[in-house]
């Protein structure tokens, strides 16, 4: 017979372990995170060249979540990210499209590390057509599935807004679609390493006003958009725009140019559209989305966390209700 954990006791250790990040939730009772810890040991954090992988590994994953293995005893670790690419410590595969991420948890793939076995969730793919660039999903899968109400069988469109946004067509659980978008790492190269970034100036501080006007800009020819972007050089030198908006008004001109095209050719016009990002960038494309009558759905913000509890209740990680007993 099999006991469910008290709502104190921790069932699962659940890593997001990406590029440049690693966040860590300890996870109990039927989801509940007990504790987080985020730091900036992503994959990148080990060495290439380095002939002991598993052992340089093992020593990040023992420094995020060592205490709490110390303290509760050898608990399942589970985790998703790029962990699992080719740059990580183990390829853990892909899922082909259409995908029912209610099955992840069947094509898990264990590493034995130091501090234990660790688990680690396959990606998403999307294969060529003769018109369609292929494309992959490696870490988002587990937030959809925390996204993705199991009980509603209706369209959604997702929106994972980051350095590559995710555009995703989900019908209830099942992933029909997705795409991938550069606007992040595209903001990221202008604004620091281009002409644009000699006027600007960097600032913590959001203009709206210059925001929306490149997001009216990006939207009104989405296809002209590197034209577009040369705009915020040409109206800060007129004096139009101030050095500390020319940032604001690009990240619109980029996000306007995505969000107007993909609402053409990708997103569901009938599905709910959920938005799950940092604050900062999901206030952003909220933003967009509602200035073309959009509405969203509030996100879960811990949506990894709880994907990564499902996951391992998917695959026998944690006891399950149904197959547990008080």
Not at 236 to 264: C, F, M, Q
Request: charged share 20%; net charge negative; glycine share 10%.
């Amino acid at each position: 017979m099999i006991e469910l954990a008290t709502p104190e006791a921790p069932q699962l250790i659940g890593l997001d372990w990406g590029t440049s990040s690693l966040r860590a939730f300890l996870i109990g009772h039927e989801g509940t995170i007990l504790g987080e810890r985020n730091g900036s040991d992503g994959i990148m954090a080990v060495d290439s060249e380095t002939k002991d992988l598993r052992g340089d590994f093992s020593r990040i994953a023992q420094v995020a979540i060592g205490t709490w293995l110390t303290a509760h005893g050898p608990l399942p670790i589970l985790a998703c990210g790029m962990i699992g690419s080719a740059q990580g410590i183990a390829e853990a595969g892909y899922i082909d499209l259409p995908a029912d991420l209610s099955a992840v948890g069947q094509q898990l793939t264990a590493i034995g590390l130091d501090i234990g076995e660790l688990h680690i969730v396959p990606g998403l793919q999307k294969t060529a057509t003769e018109t369609t660039a292929p494309d992959v999903i490696r870490g988002e899968e587990t937030q959809l599935l925390g996204l993705l109400d199991p009980e509603r069988t209706d369209p959604t469109t997702v929106i994972l807004p980051g350095t590559h946004t995710k555009w995703v067509s989900c019908q209830g659980q099942r992933v029909t679609d997705f795409s991938t978008s550069m606007s992040g790492e595209l903001f990221g190269l202008l604004s620091t390493s281009s002409i644009l970034s000699r006027l600007a100036e960097p600032t913590d501080d959001f203009h709206p006003d210059a925001f929306d006007w490149g997001l009216s800009v990006g939207a009104d020819d989405p296809a002209a958009v590197t034209s577009s972007i040369f705009s915020a050089r040409t109206w800060a030198l007129g004096g139009r725009l101030r050095p500390e908006e020319i940032n604001d008004y690009l990240s619109g001109v980029l996000i306007g140019a995505e969000v107007t095209s993909h609402l053409s050719t990708t997103a569901d016009s009938s599905a709910s559209v959920i938005v799950c990002g940092t604050a900062d960038l999901t206030m952003r494309y909220t933003r967009a989305l509602h200035s073309q009558g959009r509405e969203t759905v509030d996100a879960n913000p811990r949506a990894a966390a709880t994907g990564l509890f499902r996951i391992a209740e998917q695959s026998g990680l944690v006891p399950t209700k149904e197959n547990s007993h008080a």
